[in-house]
């Protein structure tokens, strides 16, 4: 993705949203006990915006999700095919890690969606957190050229 200039900043901002929500401001790595959304870094803080994220649009599908670990990619199409309109990629339904970072990256990267269908309403979960807005406005004030934004 190199030399995609494009491309290759969307996959650093997918890239950016895991340590954003992975890092020790949103997880616990020394927890030995976990009551909230046990990771493989650690135990998700009670208001952390992973946690957040995976009750509102994750738990609602119960046993039939990708579990946090899912990495299967043949477990991950058929989820996204039997929901292919919540996602705003087929990798966003890997697990809610992965679709997290990659609304992240979207709503970095598009402007602000209408409506309310599944994918409007998790962009818009990053939307209503004044801490993401600032960090999307910093990364396409930054990559404004590359990203063909200036104009």
């Given at each position: 993705t190199s030399d995609d200039p494009p491309q290759l900043i969307a996959t650093l901002i997918h890239e950016y949203a895991h340590i954003l929500m992975l890092g020790t401001d949103e997880v616990d790595p020394a927890a030995t006990s976990?009551?909230?959304?046990?990771?493989?870094?650690g135990c998700a803080h009670g208001d952390s915006s992973l946690l957040a994220f995976e009750r509102e649009f994750w738990e609602p599908y119960g046993d039939s999700a990708p579990d946090l670990a899912n990495t299967d990619a043949d477990l991950t199409w058929e989820f996204y095919l039997a929901h292919e309109d919540d996602f705003v990629?087929?990798?966003?339904?890997?697990?809610?890690?992965?679709?997290?970072?990659?609304?992240?990256?979207?709503?970095?990267l598009e402007d602000e969606?209408?409506?309310?269908?599944?994918?409007?309403?998790?962009?818009?979960?990053?939307?209503?957190s004044p801490e993401h807005v600032a960090i999307r406005e910093r990364i396409r004030a930054e990559f404004a050229d590359e990203l063909g934004l200036v104009g």
């Amino acid at each position: 993705t190199s030399d995609d200039p494009p491309q290759l900043i969307a996959t650093l901002i997918h890239e950016y949203a895991h340590i954003l929500m992975l890092g020790t401001d949103e997880v616990d790595p020394a927890a030995t006990s976990c009551d909230t959304l046990e990771l493989d870094e650690g135990c998700a803080h009670g208001d952390s915006s992973l946690l957040a994220f995976e009750r509102e649009f994750w738990e609602p599908y119960g046993d039939s999700a990708p579990d946090l670990a899912n990495t299967d990619a043949d477990l991950t199409w058929e989820f996204y095919l039997a929901h292919e309109d919540d996602f705003v990629s087929d990798y966003a339904a890997t697990n809610a890690i992965e679709d997290a970072a990659e609304t992240f990256m979207t709503f970095v990267l598009e402007d602000e969606p209408s409506g309310d269908s599944v994918i409007a309403r998790k962009i818009e979960f990053f939307w209503a957190s004044p801490e993401h807005v600032a960090i999307r406005e910093r990364i396409r004030a930054e990559f404004a050229d590359e990203l063909g934004l200036v104009g």
